[in-house]
């Protein structure tokens, strides 16, 4: 028989050996997590649109029984209720044509009696106007008294700016344009020369930061109102800021709520780093729920005693569709989410989203589903090294599993962030377009222009005539009723109270 050896017995090559296995078992996690990096590039810019991560809604239409005809019908069919809804709104002009002189008379007898038939034929033809500035040259009137000691004066135009040469329509265009439409200053000077108006890009950048100025209590009550808020979403997005010879990396964060009307309100701030400090100041001492990714710097946020968390499902989804390449397991995990979302839509066609009865929804179907997937992501965590993608993506799960659970307990509760991460994306098509920001106040001014344009798109505001119309009013605004000032509340009193037409000058 073998002899024993004791306890204590050391044995160089075992020590060896356990420290090449630990060896390998760190390298094979490295190849898969670099297996999964490679085929997500891959996907990402060589592969076709079927291969890149589905859109939800997609695929709970195509697991039903609608058919591609169907779908297609139905698709067509909004694009034409959307036509129309357009084209009720654009400006029309009826213009008459008359036959000419020369063909007005019957082909068949040769008279020229003819009368109307009914309304005419009727086309439709659209048309561009292009736009134009136009240079306004305003005389006050002066009168003087016989006595020679009076003189009367007609009060001079409303200006942005004391002693401005540029009109609140022409600051408005900018700051949409630029906002908006992303368009970089040098092109929209480029624009206005075109035009017949001698601009500068400096001129437009001075015209921009002193509307974010003027504008500046409009968008800090924006976001006070959010921050007061019962449920906040929240994300942020890099955006580079001009040094000496190089650039440094400012980030840009948005924070959006949802009120009791659904009327969107989206306020963004601008720091020079991505630190908790940037949450904690604009929602530090609130209560309620804040929807975020699971980025550690909105941890300021909840804790100790704050607003709740909740994940974003749409996160998750991700990771699992990013470990499909090296872990087809990984499907039945996209699967369980695609449960998840089948609900939410069940709930949004019975036009109960937000009510007691979504809650009950949730209850009675989305508690069942999450059940499942808990016990599979602890089945399957021991079979993935920790490194792989899937070890990451379930690891990424399990360590906030009671945020992304919460939706269950609470109607207004979303599933996803995906609300925050559209509010960035013009942010990031302005990037793309003027690639940087001056320095750190021109960020800050960005971030208040950026909060008054999104929360006009966001509610069907048109944000030139909005901002053409408070970029004189909020100067001499009660702040005590400020509120009347943002958009959504602009809206509804101007559709409730129509702005009277203008007097025509008597003849």
Known sequence: MPRELPQDHFCPWREEAEELKAEVSRIGG????????????????????????????????????????????????????????KAEEAPSREIRHAVPAEERYCAACGSEALKPLGQGRTSVLYEHLPARFERQVHVQEVLACTCGRGVVTAPPPARVVDRGEYGPGFIAHVVTSKCADAMPLHRLAQRVERSGVPMSRSTLTDLFHQSASVLLPLSQHLLQCIASADVVWADETPLRVLDVKKTKLGYLWTFLTQNEEGQWLIGYRFSMGRASKTPKEVLGGTAGAL???????????????????????????RRFFDALATAPEAREALDFILELYRVEAQARDADMVRTAAHRELRQLHSAPVLARPHVWLE??????????PLGQAISYVLKQWEALTRFVENERLPLDNNRAEAALRKAALGRKNFLFVGHEA????????????????????????????????????PNSRIDELLPHEWRRRRTADPPAAPLQPSL
């Open 30 to 85: 490295e190849v898969d997590t670099l297996k999964g990096q490679l085929a997500a590039l891959q996907r990402h810019v060589f592969g076709r649109r079927a291969e890149k991560l589905p859109t939800v809604a997609s695929e709970l239409r195509g697991d039903g029984a609608d058919t591609t005809a169907a779908r297609a019908e139905a698709a067509k069919k909004k694009r034409q209720q959307r036509a129309a809804q």
């Open 442 to 477: 021109a960020g800050e001014n960005l971030a208040g222009l950026y909060a008054l344009v999104a929360t006009c798109e966001a509610n069907g505001v048109n944000p030139e005539e909005y901002l053409a119309d408070v970029l004189l009013r909020v100067q001499t605004h």
């Open 291 to 317: 929807v975020v990714d699971a980025y550690t710097g909105y941890n300021a946020v909840p804790l100790p005693k704050g607003r709740v968390r909740v994940g974003c499902w749409a996160h998750v989804r």
């Open 379 to 388: 089945t399957q965590a021991p079979r993935h090294l920790p490194k792989s």
